[in-house]
DNA sequence: GAATGCGGGCCCT
DNA sequence: AGGGCCCGCATTC
C-alpha cells in the first residue's frame, strides 16, 4: 500500500532530524542566524529536506544553481526564491544499452524549449521522449529556496527527489553545442565532405571521452527508496530502492572537507568541471579528499545498444570525467577539421530526429 | 536560443 | 494565506 503523501514528507523529515539535517531555522523565519558557525560547501545535488548555508561569496549559490533542472516558480516572496524540480527526460521506449545504460536527459528550463526538446527522439533508439515529473515532495515537485541574507545565502530542499538524475547543466549545454556544430557541419555541407573524405583515408576519429553525454548508470543515477515509492505510480522502468541510513551531509569546510556523504547513489562522479567564468570552484567537490566526485578510473563504457548503434560519447554518471570533458573539449573537436569525422555520416536509420541526434556526429563502425 | 529572475494572475486547499 | 502553476517580460550568457 502507499503511504499517504504526508506521511512520506514526515518520515523524510524525521529521517533527515535524525541525520542532523536539520537546522534550527526555516528559510521562512523573519530572522535568519547570523552568527553562522560553518558554511557549507555549494551542493551540486542537494536532496531530501536539507538545509545548507553558503558564503554569500560562493558564485554557485549565488547562481542559484543545482544539477537538478529547477525552474523558478513564482512564490509572491522577492526575498525567497522558489525553484521546484522539472524531473528528468527518459526515453518512452525505456530503452537502454546493452551495457545496461538508459537515457536521463535534463529537461529544458524554459518552457518552450522543454516543449520543443520533447518533440524530439530518444537519443539512443530513436523512441519518443517522455518527462518524468519529480514528484518527490508530497506528490508534487521537490522545491529549493534560496534566500540572501546578510554575509550568507541559506538554501533550504523540501522533497526528496523521485527520480534518476538528469544530465548536468554543462552536460546539457555541451550536447547543445555538439548539436549546433553537427549542424554547422550537416552531412551535405561540402566541408563535412572533405572532412570524411580525409578522414576515411587517414581513419582518424576523435576519441569518446572527448564527448559529453546523455547515458547514464542506473546505479549511479537511481536514487533508491523513496525514488521508486512515488515513481511506481507513473513509470514501470525505474525501480525503487533503499534510501534509510543515508549519511548526512558533510557541513563545515574544513571539517574534513565537506566531503560529500551524500547518498551514494547521488555521489557518482559528477565532477564539475571549470567553466562559466573560469571559475574553477564552480561546484566544490561535495567530496572532499576521499575523492568521490573525482574522475573516476572507469573506462569508457562499452556501447551496444540494442536498440540502435550506441551513442559515440561517455555517460554521464559513470563516465569517465564527463563533464570536465565536456564543452572543454568541443572546441578542439571541432576547431581544426583534419582527422575526425567518419564515413558514412548518417547511414543509422535515426529516421525522424537523426538531425537532433548528438550521436550521429561520429559514425559508428 | 536558452537559462534565469521577476511579477501578475488564477486555481485549489 | 499559502502553495502550485501558467504566462509574459526583461536580462544575461
Known amino acids: 500500500m502507499l503511504k499517504g503523501a504526508d506521511d512520506v514528507v514526515m518520515e523524510q523529515e524525521e529521517s533527515a532530524f535524525r541525520h542532523g539535517e536539520m537546522a534550527s531555522w526555516d528559510i521562512n523565519d523573519i ?10 560547501w555549494f551542493q551540486e545535488w542537494p536532496d531530501s529536506y536539507v538545509k ?3 558564503s554569500s561569496e560562493d558564485k554557485n549559490a549565488q547562481r542559484h544553481h543545482s544539477s537538478w533542472a529547477m525552474r523558478n516558480t513564482n512564490n509572491h516572496n ?10 528528468v527526460v527518459v526515453c ?7 551495457d545496461g545504460k538508459k537515457i536521463y536527459l535534463r529537461p529544458a528550463i524554459c518552457d518552450k524549449a522543454r516543449q520543443k526538446q520533447q518533440r524530439k527522439c530518444c537519443p539512443n533508439c530513436s523512441g519518443p ?4 515529473s519529480c514528484r518527490g515532495h508530497g506528490g508534487y515537485p521537490v522545491t529549493n529556496f534560496w534566500r540572501h541574507e546578510g554575509q550568507f545565502i541559506f538554501f533550504q530542499s523540501k522533497g526528496a527527489h523521485d527520480h534518476p538524475r538528469p544530465e548536468t547543466k554543462l552536460e546539457a ?6 548539436q549546433k556544430a553537427q549542424m554547422a557541419f550537416s ?6 565532405k572533405r572532412i570524411r573524405e580525409i578522414e576515411s583515408l587517414t581513419g582518424a576519429m576523435p576519441t569518446r571521452e572527448a564527448l559529453p553525454s546523455l547515458l547514464s548508470e542506473p546505479d549511479a543515477s537511481i536514487p533508491p527508496a523513496h525514488f521508486g515509492r512515488h515513481l511506481n505510480k507513473n513509470s514501470q522502468e525505474l525501480t525503487p530502492g533503499s534510501r534509510s541510513g543515508q549519511p548526512p551531509y558533510p557541513r563545515a569546510r574544513g571539517e574534513d572537507g565537506g566531503c560529500g556523504e551524500a547518498p551514494t547513489w547521488s555521489r557518482i562522479s559528477h565532477v564539475l568541471p571549470v567553466t562559466e567564468g573560469g571559475h574553477d570552484d564552480r561546484f566544490r567537490p561535495n567530496a572532499g579528499p576521499s575523492g568521490d566526485d573525482s574522475c573516476e578510473e572507469k573506462p569508457p563504457p562499452a556501447y551496444s545498444g540494442h536498440c540502435l548503434p550506441p551513442p559515440p560519447y561517455p555517460a554521464p554518471q559513470g563516465g569517465p570525467c564527463p563533464t570536465a570533458s565536456g564543452a572543454h573539449h568541443l572546441r578542439q573537436l571541432w576547431a581544426p577539421p583534419g582527422g575526425s569525422e567518419g564515413d558514412g555520416g548518417r547511414h543509422m536509420g535515426l529516421g525522424c530526429c537523426s538531425d537532433d ?6 559514425p559508428l563502425r
Open 129 to 132: 521522449l517522455r518527462l518524468l
Open 187 to 192: 552531412p551535405s555541407s561540402p566541408r563535412l
Open 52 to 54: 545548507h548555508i553558503y
Open 92 to 98: 518512452g521506449n525505456d530503452c537502454s544499452t546493452l
Open 31 to 40: 530572522k535568519l542566524p547570523q552568527d553562522v558557525r560553518q558554511i557549507d
Open 173 to 178: 549545454e555541451a550536447r547543445r553545442s555538439i
Open 78 to 87: 522577492s526575498r525567497i526564491l522558489k525553484k521546484s524540480c522539472l524531473g
Open 357 to 362: 541526434m548528438v550521436f550521429n556526429l561520429y
